[in-house]
Nanobody
Framework: QVQLVESGGGLVQPGGSLRLSCTASGSIFSIRRMGWYRQAPGKQRELVAVIVSGNTNYADSVKGRFTISRDNAGNTVYLQMNSLKPEDTAVYYC???????????????WGKGTLVTVSS
């Protein structure tokens, strides 16, 4: 099994910054992809940013403001969020796509989510 521990959410004023962290642990053979999604009240979950073998992809709404990165050990993913706006308010979920061994197909795992509130 895979466990994901997220941290870094909270309340921030518009224009402020936050950094989210997510560490994956457990019986992991290979991490194929790490990313962040978010779900605002009354809306569907949406992709924020993903990182695959050092390549990154961002939602248009966060380009230039958010940066996704991964630590050297490879099991922790970060989301640096700058110039935050009220519309960034949402529960942010960590997502990893991992293989548990060299035979099985990779699977998605999700964190429990961390709330980010942008408000004055």
């Amino acid at each position: 099994q895979v466990q994901l521990v997220e941290s870094g959410g909270g309340l921030v004023q518009p224009g402020g910054s936050l950094r989210l962290s997510c560490t994956a642990s457990g019986s992991i053979f290979s991490i194929r992809r790490m990313g962040w999604y978010r779900q605002a009240p009354g809306k569907q979950r949406e992709l924020v940013a993903v990182i695959v073998s050092g390549n990154t992809n961002y939602a248009d709404s966060v380009k230039g403001r958010f940066t996704i990165s991964r630590d050297n050990a490879g099991n922790t993913v970060y989301l640096q969020m700058n110039s935050l706006k009220p519309e960034d308010t949402a529960v942010y979920y960590c997502n990893v796509f991992v293989s548990l061994d060299w035979v099985s197909s990779p699977m998605d795992y999700w964190g429990k989510g961390t709330l980010v509130t942008v408000s004055s």
